[in-house]
Nanobody, 114 residues
Framework: QVQLVESGGGLVQPGGSLRLSCAASGSSFSMYHMGWYRQAPGKQRELVASITPNRHTNYADSVKGRFTISRDNAKNTVYLQMNSLKPEDTAVYYC????????WGQGTQVTVSS
């Protein structure tokens, strides 16, 4: 089973940028379809970006053109570059596989506020 540790969150002003990282342990990371999810207070967790083993990407409409997901299989790491951040991007961000999920990491808090 893949274990995941997210990092890189913080407080940023509207229009700013952050880069999130997700370090995965376990074998066969390169074979997983990976995604970044987020959960804002009082809202359901949602998938905002995903990347397949052959690096095809997909984005939620709310982040398209602003967020970029990438992966480095040699480092077992998935990244989320977030630009032009908005207050509505404030949430706890998680990475995980795209598919049946049995456990979540601790996530990383992103707060967009002036």
């Amino acid at each position: 089973q893949v274990q995941l540790v997210e990092s890189g969150g913080g407080l940023v002003q509207p229009g700013g940028s952050l880069r999130l990282s997700c370090a995965a342990s376990g074998s066969s990371f390169s074979m997983y379809h990976m995604g970044w999810y987020r959960q804002a207070p009082g809202k359901q967790r949602e998938l905002v970006a995903s990347i397949t083993p052959n690096r095809h990407t997909n984005y939620a409409d709310s982040v398209k053109g602003r967020f970029t997901i990438s992966r480095d299989n040699a480092k077992n790491t998935v990244y989320l570059q977030m630009n032009s951040l908005k207050p509505e991007d404030t949430a706890v961000y998680y990475c995980n596989v795209v598919g049946p999920i049995t456990a979540w990491g601790q996530g990383t808090q992103v707060t967009v506020s002036s």
